[in-house]
């Protein structure tokens, strides 16, 4: 069996931004999990003390607090810097530009719509910088879109850095045909381009497809989504003890991409795995 790893896969620059910082600054905590990948928060915890914070609750004065990649909500950042703490800031700066959008178009009188996950912490952070919380309206499809009540003629749109291009763009032109002024921000980030453009070239390939990447990684299930639309045998794992090899029956290729958040290590011991499969 041939086994092909995606053009484009793994770590991005924020993910190593973070990482680099964390390395550097340890018995530390970061502030929710540094990235979303288990596997590297417990190789930062056993080889370095970074520990965790679940809430404000937990930290401590004198503490050195990093912040997530995923960023934390304005708020909750002005009360950690008021703590009396160090405060390490790893917010990707790919996600820190729609914040900074945000904040600007809501003060300037513009209703904010967000492309996104409600629940997913960049989310949530990306919206506490609107002045106005009740116009800020966060959706995942068009379909979403009919019950919302602007109270500015004026949009202004920004995507969670991980979504989809094409969800996206239907988004915004259904926007763009109902409405005076809609202003459109592109915070998807480039490695997220590139690794899923990267994941649909190889997935039109292979007959089985294995996604390496945290189960509650936006970016990971992206890639999940785009290989199952050409290859309906694609596996979302964490690591490779969730392979089945069972999987691999019959199959002549296989192809493997890993989400932003997944470290080379983990995809090498997947690999390693699977060759060794008779």
Known sequence: MKIELASNYGFCFGVKRAINIAQKYTNSATMGPLIHNQDEINRLKNDFNVGLYSNLNDVKENDTVIIRTHGIPKNDLKNLKAMNTKVINATCPFVTTPQNIVKDMSKDGYSILIFGDKEHPEVKGVQSYASDLDDVHI????????????????????????KKKETYLEIVNHLILRNKEVRVFNTICDATFEN????????????????????????????????????????????????????????????????ASTPDWVIQKVVDKIKNFK
Not at 204 to 228: F, P, R
């Open 196 to 259: 899923q453009d990267a994941a649909r070239d190889i997935s039109i390939k292979a007959d089985i497809m294995i996604v390496i990447g945290g189960k509650n990684s936006s970016n990971t299930k992206q890639l999940h989504s785009i290989c199952l639309e050409n290859c309906h045998d694609s596996y979302l794992i964490e690591n490779e003890d969730d392979i089945d090899s069972s999987w691999f029956k019959n199959k002549e290729f296989c192809g493997i991409t890993a989400g």
């Open 139 to 162: 959706v995942l499809g068009i379909e979403d879109l009919e019950n919302i009540n602007f109270k500015h003629k004026k949009i202004a749109c920004v995507a969670q850095t991980t």
